[in-house]
């Protein structure tokens, strides 16, 4: 690529891509002062110049005129300096051009280099930027190819994210070819593409499509206060609003359920209890046990456990399928519960 053709190509890179003309070749001129040295010695003071306009290179070493040479890489006697310039007194720099054809052709092979290597940096740190802005927000991507460990690769306007098996609900089917939500968890920088942490199994992900689909929580009219997650099988959601008006779980859940069915259609099933948040412990708990109906809630002195009392009818509600329902309750409250039924308490009383 001769001078001027690789000048247009910088100034085409520079529109298009937005990388700076002059910084790729402040960058060049760097990279051949230091390859100078390496090749002539690291005595040597060079000075590397490249015409803007018409891409030359040209190779100085500067030295010191002087009376008397007593390093022959930085001084240079006067009477030689003059034939140089005229106009040089004692102790004036002087710029000497070398010819140096082979380091010349060299350098033009490693000015292309250094502009290759600045184009994939600046893509690369783009990219970085890019997603780095969606971090805590829900993106879509087209599932491209399912490894034999079950890590799905997921395509993002050609960057690849990997959506690993610990991160997928046991509710999703995976099919390549089809579209995907994920909410991203973070972006990491590496030497070629970012790393997209992404998730379909984080709680994150519930609180972005309760925004997406409900306008109230969005607009901050209902406020998200608490939310916990056994992904791919069910949630719960504590909502509440400074306006007492406002009937927050009926906003939630829409006229005739449609909010509430976009979001479980979304994550293929998945059961979701939409809590009223209370800033009474007792009954932000009782809430928080739902569907069960409870008797009464004693919150113990250290104000980190409570006792709930049910009827005996309720007791397997309240617990849930394998503890779940309470296990999620406690998550949500950030309370350790204790739950008994009537009978019980009688029996402990007596007792």
Do not use: H
Request: net charge neutral; proline share 2%.
């Amino acid at each position: 690529m001769k001078g001027k053709a690789f000048i247009k190509a910088l100034n085409q890179l520079e529109s298009e891509k937005g990388i700076s003309k002059e910084q790729l070749l402040q960058t060049i001129e760097l990279a051949l002062f230091a390859a100078y040295k390496k090749n002539y010695g690291e005595e040597q003071n060079p000075k590397i110049e490249i015409n803007r306009k018409t891409g030359d290179i040209k190779i100085f070493t500067i030295k010191t005129a002087v009376e008397e040479v007593l390093d022959e890489n930085k001084e240079i006697l006067l009477n030689e300096a003059r034939e140089i310039d005229k106009t040089v007194n004692l102790q004036d720099e002087v710029y000497i051009e070398q010819k140096c054809n082979e380091f010349r052709r060299n350098a033009v092979q490693n000015a292309k280099q250094i502009v290759i290597q600045k184009v994939r940096e600046t893509e690369r740190d783009n990219l970085y930027n890019e997603f780095n802005k969606k971090i805590g927000t829900i993106i879509n991507g087209i599932i491209r190819r399912i490894d034999e460990r079950g890590n799905i690769y997921i395509d993002f306007n050609e960057v690849e994210a990997i959506l690993p098996t610990k991160e997928q609900s046991i509710l999703d089917r995976y099919i390549v070819g089809n579209r995907i939500k994920v909410y991203v968890e973070d972006v990491i920088k590496s030497t070629k593409f970012p790393k997209i942490i992404i998730s379909r199994k984080s709680e994150e992900l519930l609180k972005s499509v309760f925004e997406l689909e409900i306008p109230e929580i969005e607009e901050g009219t209902i406020v998200i206060k608490s939310i916990v997650r056994e992904a791919g099988s069910r949630a719960k959601v504590a909502v509440f609003s400074e306006n007492s008006e406002v009937d927050t779980i009926g906003a939630c859940i829409g006229q005739n359920g449609s909010r509430i069915k976009m979001i479980v259609e979304e994550l293929k099933g998945e059961k979701i209890d939409i809590i009223k948040w209370k800033e009474k412990k007792e009954e932000f708990i009782s809430n928080a046990l739902s569907p069960a109906k409870i008797t009464r809630v004693n919150i113990l002195e250290n104000n980190k456990e409570a006792k709930v009392i049910v009827p005996k009818e309720q007791l397997s509600l309240a617990i849930g399928k394998n503890g779940q329902n309470v296990r999620l309750a406690a998550k949500l409250t950030g309370m350790k519960i204790d739950i008994k039924t009537e009978e019980e308490v009688n029996e402990d009383v007596e007792l």
